[in-house]
């Protein structure tokens, strides 16, 4: 599912019931240094947009950022938003959850529509 | 084992057979957008000071960038060298490695001084 777009960046829904947002480049990048300064500099504005749209919706007790690329060698921004009563806490959401999914979270569809003003404010 | 501090930064090896390395602002910022605006611009440089050494050193597949703090609410990030035959590939370092560690990967202590000499040159 496609949140937004603009001419250098897309966001997807990762699937999973956590809000968990993927930050694309529209172009490849393998690392960090090969994006260059302008689509980077948009990026971490980018990444702050979506970690400050997470925090006022759903008042997560941290944030999760990651960049691996091991199946798919391009820069993408996994965005977390982790609860102390999620499955996996204070594990990482790619380890094997302790305890079962029993949060009940406010509705995903309209946070989606609150970032997408926030993105389309920005840009 | 502290690699390298300054100001308003410090980076600690991991306890790991990788070339895995943390960066810690010495100030605690619980999210990223918490951090200010200079101490940001400058932590985003280090990433890149330390992904560029890793990659001439050590020439990996990929390498995978996060920050959870879940079970530290500050933020510091992991900066990991990834091989296609390191014991996790493709999986995260967080999950349980599929085989056992057999790489033969040069000397972290060498690596650890052309690092230095990178980012006091940055400084």
């Known amino acids: 599912m496609t949140v937004w777009e603009?001419?250098?960046f897309y966001i997807?829904?990762?699937?999973s019931?956590?809000?968990?947002?993927?930050?694309?480049?529209?172009?490849?990048?393998?690392?960090?240094?090969?994006?260059?300064?302008?689509?980077?500099?948009?990026?971490?504005?980018?990444l702050e947009v979506i970690e400050t749209a997470l925090i006022n919706y759903y008042n997560p007790d941290k944030i999760n950022l990651?960049?691996?690329?091991n199946m798919l060698p391009r820069i993408h921004w996994h965005?977390?938003?982790?609860f102390q009563n999620d499955p996996w806490f204070p594990k990482t959401t790619w380890e094997e959850?302790?305890?079962e999914y029993k949060l009940n979270l406010p509705n995903f569809e309209e946070f989606a529509k609150l970032l997408k003003?926030?993105?389309?404010?920005?840009?």
Chains 1, 2 share one sequence.
Request: aromatic residues 10%; proline residues 7%; positive net charge.
């Open 66 to 69: 990651a960049s691996f690329g």
């Open 117 to 123: 003003a926030d993105l389309d404010e920005y840009r």
């Open 6 to 8: 603009n001419k250098n």
């Open 79 to 82: 965005i977390i938003a982790r």
């Open 97 to 99: 959850p302790p305890r």
């Open 17 to 46: 019931k956590l809000p968990w947002l993927k930050l694309f480049t529209k172009t490849e990048y393998k690392e960090l240094t090969d994006i260059p300064k302008d689509i980077k500099s948009e990026m971490y504005e980018l």
């Open 12 to 15: 997807v829904k990762h699937e």
